[in-house]
């Protein structure tokens, strides 16, 4: 029996770098958390002629993860609330899809608000989109 690995972010607000693990992990996510399921968004410019030939010109491919927590308990704002007053104003963090090994990936969130709803007594939920930082 495989246990599912929980996350970890980590971030400095200025007074030194703060860690936490949410209780629960993401839930949904649409494939292996190795990187090779986030989604791509590509910035380009096309044009097409008259006689139906295309150019492209291509600016950047974006890099998103996104993350839903189905189940936040109540106890686990007082980190969630602090680490989303930082990202929501653009700061930067880093990202470990298990918490127990060493490989992270730096993120800003793409998201400008963050918006909690209640689940269900003692939990609620939220969805995240994070945008890899080059």
Do not use: C, H
């Amino acid at each position: 029996m495989s246990t599912v690995p929980i996350p970890l972010f980590s971030y400095n607000p200025g007074a030194g770098v703060v860690t936490f693990s949410p209780t629960y992990p993401p839930t949904k996510k649409p494939g292996p958390q190795d990187g090779t399921s986030d989604e791509l968004e590509a910035q380009r410019v096309d044009s097409i002629t008259m006689s139906g030939k295309k150019q492209v010109f291509y600016i950047r491919t974006d890099t998103f993860r996104v993350l839903e927590f189905t189940y936040v308990p109540f106890a686990d704002f007082v980190n969630w609330s602090a680490f989303m007053a930082w990202a929501v104003s653009g700061g930067q963090f880093d990202y470990y899809p298990d918490a127990t090994l060493p490989s992270f990936t730096t993120y800003t969130l793409e998201d400008t608000n963050w918006k909690p709803k209640f689940s269900f007594i003692g939990v609620s939920s939220f969805t995240m989109n994070m945008r890899q930082l080059v």
